[in-house]
């Protein structure tokens, strides 16, 4: 078994062979075929998130080193545990990471992806920069079809953290339409999903021309420049008083700003993005307009299954991906940290 570990905080990964362990219990182990790289990683790797305004979430307490990074998984069974069910060796499976600890309410209410003492892939548990990957129990495989494995892994984390943040924009209609803010990877996600999901275009903001560019080619209703001094006015004359749904994939002061300045009353605002900073919010504004202010953090077991079966279905248009080998996965680090990774990156074990 060869694995890429984070030895420490920042360093170089290294690589670190050894035999691959025999599941227990429910455990199931898997041979890796594919394995996304996502921007999280890089943070992770840091061992902080950056809030902004000089605040930073400190990741080393919940992360054990030597630690495996790598959470958007495909792979095929190669042995279960003596109470792990009937999963069948050599069957391909998704592997949903957001494992929690299956004893507090959240968990029980099936918000295991929210839970703090969480046993997540590549987070809390070792994940998939590796060639295995052990799975605490069989629920957490789910069938993708016969979507390719380098765009399937890929629902695990940016796939799902659009669609949970789609399915928490309400009213969305031709009549009540939804602003996406943001189309990096996981705004571009979103574009296509909100037509499956919700059967409108959504408009898309964003500050850069190429990504404005490629929201239309995605299928973005309309995309526009939110710098722009006109735009926020021509938006609400547009909607006629707002949008019902905003989804904000940067999570920037700026951002923030422009997505409440544009909801309309009753609106809901969605904010997905961890780039930081803070806004300065009348409060009497909440009431007033009856806003709801929501986040959304990657999604649940159930919504990764339910994302599953529309990609299963082809409903799910597909976001561009670069594979690249295992031992490439330094590399790739290095290029995604400096924005030289179009889409997005998988590796091949
Ligand atoms: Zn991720
Ligand atoms: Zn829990």
């Known amino acids: 078994m060869k694995s890429y570990k984070v030895v420490e905080f920042g360093k170089p990964l290294e690589k670190v062979e050894a035999t691959p362990p025999e599941p227990k219990g429910t455990e199931v182990l898997i041979r890796i075929a594919t394995c996304g790289v996502c921007h999280s990683d890089i943070h992770l790797h840091d061992g902080y998130f950056d809030l902004g305004g000089g605040r930073k979430l400190d990741m080393g307490r919940s992360m054990k080193l030597p630690h495996t990074l790598g959470h958007e998984i495909v792979g095929e069974v190669v042995a279960a545990g003596p109470d792990a069910g009937d999963v069948k060796p050599g069957s391909k499976w998704l592997v949903f990471p957001w494992i929690g600890c299956g004893e507090c309410a959240l968990c029980k209410n099936g918000d295991e992806h929210l839970c703090g003492p969480n046993q997540a892939l590549g987070v809390s548990r070792d994940g998939g920069f590796s060639d295995h990957v052990v799975v605490p129990h069989p629920r957490y495989l789910v069938d993708y079809g016969d979507v390719p494995d380098a765009v399937a892994c890929t629902y695990a984390c940016s796939g799902l953290t659009a669609f949970s943040a789609l399915k928490k ?110 806004i300065d919010l009348p409060l009497a504004t909440v009431p007033m307009k009856a806003i709801t202010i929501s986040g959304s953090y990657v999604g649940s077991l159930a919504e990764l299954e339910e994302l599953a079966a529309i990609g299963r279905k082809g409903g799910i248009p597909q976001i561009s991906v670069s594979t690249r080998s295992l031992d490439e996965v330094q590399e790739t680090l290095d290029q995604l940290r400096e924005g030289k990774i179009v889409g997005r990156a998988v590796l091949q074990a």
């Not at 004359?237 to 951002?255: E, L």
């Not at 700003?257 to 909801?263: I, N, R």
Request: proline share 4%; net charge negative.
């Open 169 to 278: 924009a309400e009213h969305v209609s031709d009549a009540d339409p939804i602003l996406i803010v943001g189309a990096g990877g996981v705004g571009q996600s979103a574009i296509g999903l909100c037509q499956s999901l919700h059967g409108v275009a959504p408009i898309v903001a964003d500050i850069d021309p190429a990504k404005r560019e490629q929201a239309l080619a995605l299928g973005a209703g309309e995309a526009v420049d939110p710098s722009d001094k006109s735009a926020r006015k021509e938006l609400l004359q547009k909607t006629g008083g707002g949008f019902a749904a905003v989804i904000d994939f940067v999570g920037a002061a700026s951002s923030t700003e422009f997505g409440m300045s544009v909801l309309r009353k009753g609106g809901k605002i969605v904010i997905v993005g961890l780039f930081g900073g803070s």
